[in-house]
């Protein structure tokens, strides 16, 4: 069972839905795809028991094979490649290792070299009951504009025995996009604000293009207004947790302590919330 935590937006506290899920879920897996910025890590205390770098395939051109006759960037949709005089100039930060320019090459002057674009870190946590999960997070190197190669590697690792958790760059984009394929279900996490309800349509309309089903998890639930409920019924989205703002809760937010850790009350919510998405996926 793989799930997707996501958001249309930053900031609506998806990692806190994730992690805390996490920690109440049985049998997880829990996997940080937001490989920019991933904070799992801060809430769920994992023990990193092994390091992986990720790689990308780039261009390497062989001069004494090339003609310069400009096959290869012609038939490079990133741009990646110029042909300028009798020179080819490589640009390893626009390619995106599709391989295109060494198929098409006439001359076969183009081979491929690896770039290590990030890494992975794999190790355990432990949940509320003492039981322990599987902990992965992705980290891209600073200036890396490429995350879902990153975000694939991760997904390799999928153990399908487990509930598995998916922990989404917030947004549309394409590390979104990556994170969601292949999801038995989306978790979506809005916030009851224009912004929110604005970003968190789009969201969903990724989601029914890929086909996913999806709930809602509406955070400080009582700090706006009521059209993220409107908007549920309207779509027969299910709503799965409404969570109200709690002083008590942000302070220990902000110290690196999940909630359910902190709260019994919260456990109990989050434990319904387990129960709820498993309910809906067998649907």
Do not use: W
Request: hydrophobic residues 40%; negative net charge.
């Amino acid at each position: 069972m793989i799930i997707a935590i996501a958001s249309g937006k930053g900031g609506t506290g998806k990692t806190t839905i994730a992690t805390n899920l996490a920690l109440v879920a049985a049998q997880a897996q829990y996997l940080d795809c937001d490989v920019e910025e991933p904070n799992g890590h801060l809430f769920l205390k994992p023990e990193i028991e092994q390091k992986i770098a990720v790689e990308v395939p780039v261009p390497r051109i062989d001069a004494e094979l090339c003609s310069h006759c400009g096959t290869c960037a012609n038939a490079c949709e990133f741009n990646a490649l110029a042909v300028i005089g009798e020179k080819v100039m490589v640009f390893n930060d626009l390619c995106h290792g599709c391989g295109t320019c060494m198929l098409v090459c006439p001359e076969k002057a183009i081979s491929e070299t690896a770039k290590i674009i990030g890494k992975l870190e794999n190790g355990r946590a432990q949940s509320v009951s003492g039981e322990s999960f599987t902990f992965t997070h992705g980290v891209s190197n600073v200036g890396n504009p490429l995350t879902p190669p990153i975000i694939k590697k991760a997904k390799n690792l999928i153990d399908n025995g487990r509930f598995v958790i998916l922990d989404a760059p917030p947004g549309t984009s394409c590390p979104m996009v990556q994170t969601l394929i292949g999801s038995d279900f989306c978790v979506f996490v809005t916030e009851p604000t224009p912004f929110g309800l604005n970003d968190l349509k789009l969201a969903v309309g990724v989601a029914r293009q890929l086909e996913i089903n999806c709930g809602i998890v509406i955070n400080r639930a009582d700090s706006g207004d009521d059209e993220i409920i409107k908007y549920c019924r309207q779509e027969k989205i299910p709503l799965l947790l409404e969570i109200p703002f709690n002083r008590d809760l942000a302070f220990a937010y902000s110290k690196g302590e999940a909630a359910v850790q902190h709260s019994a009350d919260l456990r109990a919510r989050f434990q319904d919330l387990y129960a709820k998405i498993v309910a809906e996926v067998k649907k």
